[in-house]
T-cell receptor, first 116, second 116 residues
Framework: AQKVTQVQTEISVVEKEDVTLDCVYE???????LFWYKQPPSGELVFLIR??????QNEISGRYSWNFQKSTSSFNFTITASQVVDSAVYFC?????????????FGSGTRLQVQP | DTAVSQTPKYLVTQMGNDKSIKCEQN?????MYWYKQDSKKFLKIMFS???????INETVPNRFSPKSPDKAHLNLHINSLELGDSAVYFC???????????????FGPGTRLLVL
């Protein structure tokens, strides 16, 4: 069965610091998708990124970057020069394509607090 | 334009009552989901439908009954509400079993259910 682990329950940083959120996953499927979602204090779930298992290219989007490493089953998320608006709970998630089951398996989330 | 909408946003009710939550998406997706987020923020799949057909039913008590009148709508009816049903319920949608399309799941704003 698939599993997503986010060992960091809560991280607190000061504005402008860089911060990395860790995500480790387990799956027997050879084709799968990895996601990051942001849940700000207002409660909605905001999609940030989707990665296919066959595409290990890292990605940068503004201050956000993602490091996908199949060898260590990790999909880490880095925020550069953090801002107060980055304060939220961040979820890593996995879906397996091979089984036809498209439901997301979520990690337990990492609460990020960015202090001014 | 709202992509995935849910009503109501808040629901406060007494134990034993029956209530429904409605979800609609205008993204043209063929798969819809219900997730439950508990008080510890943990997100778990409950149901998924593909083109009105039930695909996933994750050991949810049979007091919960999803209904999909068409592929743009997925409602959740809950009978005999219990205190433990208090949670945030999220609807989501995606392209499901098509295989080649972007399978990102987009979430509604959530329905905060409080059972007294």
């Amino acid at each position: 069965a698939q599993k997503v682990t986010q060992v960091q329950t809560e991280i607190s940083v000061v504005e402008k610091e860089d911060v990395t959120l860790d995500c480790v996953y387990e799956t027997r499927d050879t084709t799968y998708y990895l996601f990051w979602y942001k849940q700000p204090p207002s409660g909605e779930l905001v999609f940030l990124i989707r990665r296919n298992s066959f595409d290990e290219q890292n990605e940068i989007s503004g201050r956000y970057s993602w490091n996908f490493q199949k060898s260590t089953s990790s999909f880490n998320f880095t925020i550069t020069a953090s801002q107060v608006v980055d304060s939220a709970v961040y979820f890593c998630a996995l879906s397996e394509a091979g089984t036809g089951r498209r439901a997301l398996t979520f990690g337990s989330g990492t609460r990020l607090q960015v202090q001014p | 334009d709202t992509a995935v909408s849910q009503t109501p946003k808040y629901l406060v009710t007494q134990m034993g009552n029956d209530k429904s939550i409605k979800c609609e998406q205008n993204l043209g997706h063929d798969t819809m989901y219900w997730y439950k987020q508990d008080s510890k923020k943990f997100l778990k799949i409950m149901f998924s439908y593909n083109n009105k057909e039930l695909i996933i039913n994750e050991t949810v008590p049979n007091r919960f009954s999803p209904k999909s009148p068409d592929k743009a709508h997925l409602n959740l009816h809950i009978n005999s509400l219990e205190l433990g049903d208090s949670a945030v319920y999220f609807c989501a949608s995606s392209y499901g079993l098509a295989g080649e399309r972007d399978e990102t799941q987009y979430f509604g704003p959530g329905t905060r259910l409080l059972v007294l």
